[in-house]
């Protein structure tokens, strides 16, 4: 668990971070949302200790990271930014390893780690370990970054707005890996994004940051359904509601008796995919599987009547 106490920075005149105080699970993402300037970047970067808080404190398990030096804390805290920040004379392996070497890790272990998460992360451990950051795609190297940070299994995560650089196809993409290898591993993730969307798709828990202060800390839902100032209900924009809220809720929760044609739908698969699917091909209905089974069909009005419910 993580709490932040309260932690604040000035510079100057300049509150940066007005005494934010939040609590954050173990195993969950955390997603710290607001506009530029709002203090997002500051508030991960006191985390780790890269900027000492004015005052305020923050609690990895219990301990204050004021407890440790911060070139030990930061062994314990993986941190990717955008971009991926990778060494460009070093291999993929040699990169991943980077911290794990620092920690001690036998070469046999390191290597055993490089692979497994090279393959979490679709790529193959045998073309992929050897070479260096620039033989890689943009989407390549920003999930090797990604896959350093986490190398040594870190108590927890932070990102400062990881995808930024990514074009918005495979951004999705990189969001749906993440959320796949966080639940793999348990990870327990900060991340800051000036986006929205990309808020409602990640975060367990949503915090919204306006002019330095936590306006509203909550899950997605309640952040859509109840924003807690102006602003907060701005960022989520109202014409959009519906569909984000149907982003949410799975397909399976309207899954009725019956047959639909074409391609089936994950289970998994959110309301807003079934919509897209119905709207995409013109069917009134889409069939939903589990596992390959077929369970039924998800019909355009129920969804219509499910995001009416909360409009
Ligand atoms: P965000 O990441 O949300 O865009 P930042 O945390 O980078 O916001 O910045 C928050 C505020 O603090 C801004 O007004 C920024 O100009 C100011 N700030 C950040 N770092 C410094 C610094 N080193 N010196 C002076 N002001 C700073
Ligand atoms: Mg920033």
Redesign the pocket.
């Known amino acids: 668990m993580i709490e932040i106490d309260r932690i604040t920075?000035t510079?100057?005149d300049?509150r940066?971070?007005d005494s934010v105080s939040m609590t954050v699970e173990t195993g969950t993402i955390t997603v710290i949302v607001?506009?530029?300037?709002?203090?997002?970047?500051?508030?991960?970067?006191m985390i780790n200790r890269l900027?000492e808080p004015t005052s305020g404190e923050v609690r990895i398990n219990g301990d204050s990271t004021l407890s440790v030096k911060p070139h030990i804390l930061r062994r314990r805290i993986g941190y990717a930014i955008q971009g991926h920040g990778l060494f460009p004379h070093h291999t993929v392996g040699r990169n991943i390893g980077a911290v794990p070497q620092l920690l001690g890790w036998t070469r046999d272990k390191i290597a055993a780690r490089v692979d497994e998460l090279l393959a979490l992360f679709s790529m193959d451990p045998a073309q992929f370990r050897d070479r260096y950051p620039a033989e890689l795609s943009g989407g390549q190297q920003q999930r090797v970054g990604v896959a350093r940070a986490l190398a040594s299994r870190p108590d927890l995560l932070l990102m400062?707005?990881p995808f930024g650089a990514l074009d918005p196809i495979i951004r999705t993409r990189a969001q749906e890996d993440l959320r796949r290898i966080q639940q793999r591993l348990g990870s327990t993730i900060m991340l800051?994004t000036?986006d929205m969307e990309e808020a409602i798709r990640l975060g367990d828990r949503v915090a919204v940051?306006d002019g330095?202060k936590l306006v509203q800390h909550g899950t997605p839902a309640e952040v859509i359904a109840a924003p807690a100032t102006d602003f907060v209900a701005d960022m989520v924009g109202d014409v959009e509601r519906p569909l984000r809220l149907l982003s949410l809720i799975p397909a399976a929760e309207l899954v009725e008796e019956g047959s639909a044609e074409g391609e089936a739908l994950s289970s998994d698969a959110s309301l807003r995919d079934a919509l897209s699917a119905c709207l995409w091909t013109g069917r009134a209905a889409v069939p939903v599987s589990k596992d390959g089974v077929p369970m039924g069909r998800v019909t355009l009005d129920a969804i219509r009547a499910r995001a009416g419910q909360h409009a």
């Not at 607001?34 to 970067?45: D, E, F, Y």
């Open positions: 920075k510079y100057g300049i940066a971070v607001g506009t530029s300037g709002s203090g997002k970047t500051t508030l991960l970067r900027e400062d707005e800051v000036h940051m330095g």
